[in-house]
């Protein structure tokens, strides 16, 4: 029977972790009581331990990858004294104690002989195969003689590239990051700290995407002793010293209830880290006796762990606001349990989770319980399905990898992949918003329109005017929930282009790399005597469609005539002047006459500088474009009743901008194009009759702005 069969008596069991341990593989472990030079018996540790969780394994390319290592490797020494194969045997026995199979096993063997050794990934291939030969070449790290100061960050990328098309891959990194922590003592304390931070930042939350927490939760620890040791050491004191467990009583009054309700199951006792302990103790400032672990009640059956969650809830009293089911929805990292809280003697609160045995193993090793993820019936968790084009499924949750193998094509530069991918790793948890066609898109939370955005259509997201969200029209800054439908609005003029206020809202790396190389190849000019630097859209206003000037917008349907043969035609951006308005002309520069109604104060104004005027007056067509402003009193729904309005009279709007209230009191601006002159009366009695409207005029622009 294994470790973690049902005791069908419910009876509580007791261990300082209830995971594999892994603090026992070190040297003493590896080579046991045998002299140095008979070092290859310590391959017997490996097939033990990968016979656990995989009896039917053919050990024999195990033995082989051995030898090429052992001998590869022969006459080199870690800094810490010990012969190196040391290291792949400890990161290989890292593995097959976590349940991964025969191929990452030997891959794990021979992970640094290509690095460090005369050996060639062609001798690899040969000898093992393409898929041990891919899972060697994802964790060798490039030569610093070749990338420099790059090396490090362009040897991630390499790894994650390669993870991309093989989580396998990431595995053995994790694993060899581990044991390189465990023994990290020798080094310089600078070269601890720097290795440490890497591994906080990088290696740590991509342990967490993958749902490897037994890597997780020790590096951390590892980490924590190293770059805060004063903190450790308090925190080490406090676990030490936190007398006999109050969680005993509690544990044995769960067993005794899931017993007379005959429901099988295991209670265990489940300390917490070090960092964990910490940082319950940060946010609560006092230590209480249950703070220092939690109960897991491990079942057969997904139902038993809600007929557990029943009997608990009906026999001891609930703290429901700590109740959240994962086995429903399971965490992107492939993470099921139920987690609930009861009150034990005292009034203490306990922490219980409640996972079936295949669940627990999978919480516990993540991808690495899976075996293959990429062939049928590998592992005890639930398997990825094979897409329909044929590409390798992402086994932990289609989404982050796919988001981050994206935006690194698009950041070249080391110092800027380096840079987004901890800020991108730092986002430690996921949403799932829905397109309306049925689609969904994943983000990080705090992830706002621009980002969805950015994620649904690429680049064509610079052309992005505006967002439903939920059916309202919303800011591009707007934040997003989970379960929110969102859909962005494209303009139609693709030469529009985001603003640098975009970078403020966005979360993503996709868009923020987008955003600024647009940005970059699109520098603002300096804003000269007629105006012409581009409006784009600000992401604090509700809606915002304006994609360029708008005296350019207006000249592109001007209606207008004037007494100057072949002359262009603009219609002034600053009084948008519109049939049967009495309007006269001026050139500009380049030749262009700009109509203007008569007593628009930039016509008066140039009259007065005794600029001589155009004769102008209006042609055949009835169509025509205007801009209004209407003056509101703050409410929710406002934008969405003007919009309503607006498209009941027929017209349609080109672009929208709402200022920031003031007062309780919002101007909308509003350029809108007509199908009949004739009906823009009517159009701006309808806007006033919407509850809230004080009053809608035309727009007047300053003169010095023409």
Not at 47 to 58: C, G, I, M, S, V
Not at 313 to 333: G, Q, R, Y
Not at 581 to 610: I, K, Y
Not at 613 to 639: I, K
Request: aromatic share 4%; proline share 7%; net charge neutral.
């Amino acid at each position: 029977m294994s470790a973690e069969a049902a005791n069908p008596d419910g009876s509580v069991r007791r261990r300082s972790r209830p995971r594999i341990d892994l603090r026992r593989l070190g040297r003493v472990a590896l080579l046991g009581s045998v002299p140095r030079d008979r070092l290859s018996d310590a391959i017997g540790h490996v097939a033990d331990a990968h016979r656990t969780h995989h009896p039917d394994a053919d050990l024999s390319i195990l033995h082989r990858a051995y030898l090429l290592a052992e001998s590869s490797h022969r006459g080199q020494m870690r800094k810490s004294g010990e012969p190196y194969i040391t290291h792949p045997l400890a990161v290989t026995l890292i593995l097959a104690q976590l349940g991964a199979e025969t191929t990452t096993l030997t891959a794990s063997l021979l992970h640094d002989t290509v690095e460090d050794t005369e050996v060639t990934l062609d001798q690899v291939r040969e000898q093992f195969g393409q898929e041990v030969c891919y899972l060697v070449d994802g964790v060798t790290k490039l030569e610093k003689v070749d990338y420099g100061a790059a090396a490090e960050p362009e040897t991630f990328r390499k790894m994650l590239v390669a993870t991309g098309n093989d989580v396998r891959v990431m595995s053995i990194k994790l694993a060899d990051r581990l044991h390189n922590m465990r023994t990290l003592g020798v080094m310089r304390p600078e070269k601890q700290a720097r290795i440490a931070k890497v591994t906080r930042d990088v290696l740590i939350p991509l342990a967490e995407r993958l749902g490897v927490q037994v890597l997780k939760t020790e590096l951390e620890d590892l980490v924590f002793a190293i770059l805060h040791p004063e903190e450790y050491e308090r925190t080490r004191a406090l676990i030490a010293d936190a007398g006999p467990d109050p969680l005993a009583p509690v544990a044995e009054d769960v067993a005794t209830v899931l017993r007379e309700a005959g429901i099988p199951a295991e209670v265990l006792i489940r300390p917490r880290h070090h960092l964990s302990v910490h940082r319950i103790r940060i946010k609560r400032g006092a230590l209480r006796g249950t703070d220092f672990g939690r109960l897991l009640v491990l079942v057969g059956e997904d139902a038993d762990c809600y007929a557990v969650l029943g009997e608990l809830h009906t026999c001891l009293t609930p703290v429901i606001s700590e109740f959240k089911d994962f086995i429903a929805a399971p965490k992107f990292n492939l993470y099921q349990s139920l987690h609930t809280a009861v009150v034990g003697p005292e009034g203490a609160v306990v922490e219980v989770l409640i996972r079936t045995h295949r669940m627990h193993k999978v919480a516990e090793a993540g991808v690495i319980a899976l075996g293959n993820p990429y062939t049928a019936d590998s592992g005890p968790g639930p398997q990825p399905a094979e897409p329909a084009d044929g590409e390798r499924a992402d086994p932990t949750r289609p989404g982050w990898l796919s988001r981050l193998l994206q935006w690194q094509r698009s950041a070249p530069d080391p110092d800027t992949f380096w840079t987004t991918l901890r800020a991108d790793l730092a986002q430690d948890r996921e949403i799932t918003v829905f397109r309306t066609d049925g689609g969904t898109l994943g983000l990080p939370a705090g992830a706002s329109c621009v980002d969805a955005a950015y994620a649904q259509y690429g680049d064509r997201a610079h052309n992005c005017i505006g967002a439903r969200v939920n059916g309202r029209l919303a800011a591009l800054g707007t934040v997003l929930s989970d379960g929110d439908t969102v859909q962005p609005l494209l303009a139609e003029d693709a030469g529009s282009g985001p603003s640098r206020d975009w970078l403020d809202h966005a979360r993503t790396p996709a868009a923020r790399i987008a955003i600024t190389g647009w940005l970059e190849a699109h520098p603002e000019p300096p804003k000269g005597p007629h105006g012409g630097r581009p409006v784009r859209p600000r992401p604090g206003a509700r809606l915002q469609e304006t994609a360029g000037t708008e005296d350019d917008r207006s000249g592109s349907r001007a209606s207008a005539v004037v007494d100057r043969p072949d002359a262009t035609v603009r219609l002034a951006g600053c009084c948008t002047p519109v049939p049967p308005d009495d309007v006269t002309g001026f050139v500009v520069r380049g030749g262009t006459v700009t109509v203007h109604r008569r007593e628009c104060p930039a016509a008066v104004r140039m009259r007065s500088l005794g600029r001589t005027p155009v004769s102008a007056h209006w042609g055949g067509s009835a169509a025509c474009r205007v801009t209004l402003v209407a003056e509101s009193f703050g409410r929710p729904g406002l934008l969405a009743d003007l919009t309503e309005a607006i498209a009941t009279a027929g017209a349609a709007v080109v672009s929208a901008t709402v200022e920031p209230p003031s007062e309780q009191r919002v101007r909308h601006t509003y350029t809108l194009e007509l199908p009949d002159a004739a009906g823009l009366s009517a159009l701006m009695r309808a806007m006033r009759d919407v509850p809230g409207v004080y009053d809608v005029n035309r727009a007047r622009h300053p003169a010095g702005a023409i």
